[in-house]
C-alpha cells in the first residue's frame, strides 16, 4: 500500500529520505514528498518516521470472513 503523508505532521528530518530505496521521496520545501510513480510500497518509510507523518492505511474491507 502506498504510504499517506501528513504534511502538517512533517517535520522535515529526512530519515524518510534516507531510508528509501528506490529514492522516491524527497524534501521540498523542508517537507517530504512523495514521488508516486518511484514508490515500491516497502513501508521503510513510515517505520523511520519519528513524527507519525507517515502512515499506511489499508482499505476497509465489508467482505465476511
Sequence with gaps: ?????????????????????????????????????YCEECGFCVAECLVDALQIRFPLSTDKV
Excluded: R
Design 1 to 37: 500500500m502506498m504510504p499517506i503523508l501528513n504534511k502538517e505532521l512533517c517535520s522535515g528530518c529526512g530519515n524518510c529520505v534516507e531510508v528509501c530505496p528506490p529514492q522516491a521521496i524527497v524534501l521540498k520545501d523542508d517537507k517530504a514528498h512523495i514521488e508516486v510513480d
